[in-house]
């Protein structure tokens, strides 16, 4: 009978062989149909991995004295996996909680006010306002939560958020202008109709939102 250690010499002999050397041999039609399961299972399991792979999108975000990336996954169910890496100088990128948002612009210029042109929040909708001090804040759609930094400048988030997708649709981040990450000076205190300092104030650091091609 087989044994379960011999499959390969066994496959190698009943390739090689003449068939009618094991016309007879139920060991060799057991090990033909379990060679055919396992390779049945194998590409299986290859398009299921590339089916659980999901959309990804990543930036990377510079500003004075500031570094970091941005990595998002989206999972067949929708929900979007978000990390933030930031690492700066410790005077510039202090210790403590700072604003993390999606801005509405996949762009980082701005004249006088640093990364300006990334425009207003990420918030197509329902209430659809961009303007950081809204009533509708904290409740636009690309806010995210704050980032802790440590006393060296160092700091990671991570979140998993449902009301943007990287997909196609109307709350994609690959809308017809692109988004952006923004990073403020200052923690985001989540209020209604705040200052732009309760929202964050002065950006920090900025990076455009790129999907990856497959
Ligand atoms: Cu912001």
Redesign the pocket.
Known sequence: MYDGTSFAPSYIFYKCAPKSAFNQNTDMKFIYHLAIVLLLLITGCNQSADADKGLQASATITGPSITGTLKAIQSPHGFVWVAVELQGDAKVLTSGLH?V?I?EKGVCQGEGKPFSAAGG?FDPGPVGSST?VEKNHPYHLGDLPNIKINVIGQGKMETFANSFSLSDGPTSLFDSDGSAI?I?KLA?QRKSGGTADD??GA?QACGVIELIKS
Do not use: K, Q, T
């Open positions: 604003g948002h801005h929040h950081p923004i403020h985001d929202a964050g950006r």
